[in-house]
């Protein structure tokens, strides 16, 4: 990895964190999260159908694998994540009455959140609740469909029992556009009005090279620091392409240099807003192991600040000195 380059965590004033998904052979991306983050998140080790794929059986190997390498490395740990409709294996909804399935999450949540009691400082314990084309703004999932808002009442509760010490987080993507934002705020208002332990919001944010405009995310920002909620962002990465269809053989140079402008422009926002932010995840290391090279089509994708042979591209200058941008 270069060496006469700054460490990305060092330029902002918020926790700095990248999403991982190489299981627990790291090689060079363990020196690359080392210098440049002070926390990580498992793309999808610590998921339900990693974690428990049969009922009762759980699978811990490479969670206590990537928890021991952050430990280790004195860096923060989310987990990622505990209640969620996808990556969640269907015996847990077989048959299920709303007391099994209540019962089901309890269990799921007191041995994995047990296991890293401590150690893992914050949980993403719902994920993607929201529907804003619903009335009520809440996604028609199987949760949903057998329990109405008890599963997300009970993982909170349950979660915050399993570990008092714990941030416990409410996640969803597009939080940025005003309808969800809208849709997620009376949500996390009408449940932590009731008593129901949110201690923070995550914003995905999955953007593009254009969409959306810079001030929606700082209006999101501002809107939930009226609730008095610790916010984070969770998932950040920013696609070279603004539709579901094109492709580049390879990312052409003004493309990466305009994502560098595009970053310098969010963690402008960022910056400014630091005070209503604990911290910031990128939802990778490098380009080399980004979801957006399978979603929603296979091409190729560059969304990250450093690209697949681990190098700094402009988008690393976009947040850690702008004024080397091309
Ligand atoms: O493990 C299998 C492997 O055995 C198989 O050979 C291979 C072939 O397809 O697939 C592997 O599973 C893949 C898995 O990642 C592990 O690499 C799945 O196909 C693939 O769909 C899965 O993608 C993950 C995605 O969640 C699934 O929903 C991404 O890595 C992960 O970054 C992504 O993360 C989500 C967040 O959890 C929630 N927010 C959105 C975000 C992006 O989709």
């Given at each position: 990895i270069q060496t006469d380059i700054p460490s990305l965590k060092d330029t902002v004033p918020f926790t700095l964190g990248a999403a991982f998904?190489?299981?627990?052979?790291?090689?060079e991306h363990a020196k690359l999260i080392n210098k440049h983050y002070g926390s990580v998140t498992p793309g999808n080790a610590l998921k339900w159908d990693a974690t428990e794929?049969?009922?009762?059986?759980?699978?811990?190997d490479e969670g206590d694998a990537l928890v021991d390498f952050a430990t280790g490395n004195g860096l923060e740990f989310r987990g990622h994540?505990?209640?969620?409709?996808?990556?969640?294996?269907?015996?847990?909804?077989?048959?299920?009455?709303k007391e099994v399935l209540l019962q089901r999450v309890e269990n799921h949540i007191r041995a994995v959140m047990g296991r890293y009691k401590g150690r893992?400082?914050?949980?993403?314990?719902?994920?993607?609740?929201?529907?804003?084309?619903q009335p009520d703004g809440l996604r028609r999932s199987p949760w949903f469909e057998i329990t109405g808002l008890d599963y997300i009442r009970t993982a909170f509760r349950v979660a915050r029992e399993v570990d008092p010490a714990a941030t416990l987080v409410f996640n969803d993507y597009n939080t940025e556009f005003p309808r969800k934002r809208e849709a997620m705020y009376k949500v996390v208002k009408q449940l932590r009005d009731e008593g129901?332990?949110?201690d923070a919001v995550g914003h995905q944010?999955?953007?593009?090279?254009?969409?959306?405009?810079a001030y929606f995310i700082e209006d999101t920002i501002e809107r939930f620091a009226t609730l008095g909620v610790e916010q984070q962002v969770t998932e950040l990465d920013v696609s070279?392409?603004?539709?579901?269809v094109s492709t580049y053989p390879t990312v052409p140079a003004d493309v990466l240099a305009r994502q560098g402008h595009r970053y310098k422009e969010i963690f402008d926002v960022f910056r400014r807003q630091a005070a209503k932010l604990s911290s910031v995840t990128i939802w990778?290391?490098?380009?080399?192991?980004?979801?957006l090279s399978t979603f929603p089509i296979n091409r190729v994708n560059a969304p990250l600040p450093?690209?697949?042979?681990l190098q700094a591209k402009p988008a690393f200058w976009g947040v850690a000195d702008p004024s080397k941008l091309p």
């Open positions: 998904h190489r299981g627990a052979t790291l090689g794929p049969a009922e009762g059986r759980f699978t811990f994540t505990l209640v969620w409709h996808s990556q969640t294996p269907a015996w847990v909804f077989e048959g299920a009455t893992i400082g914050t949980w993403d314990v719902v994920n993607e609740v929201i529907d804003e084309n129901v332990p949110i944010l999955h953007v593009n090279i254009e969409q959306p405009p070279v392409y603004t539709d579901f990778g290391v490098a380009d080399d192991e980004t979801w450093f690209d697949d042979e």
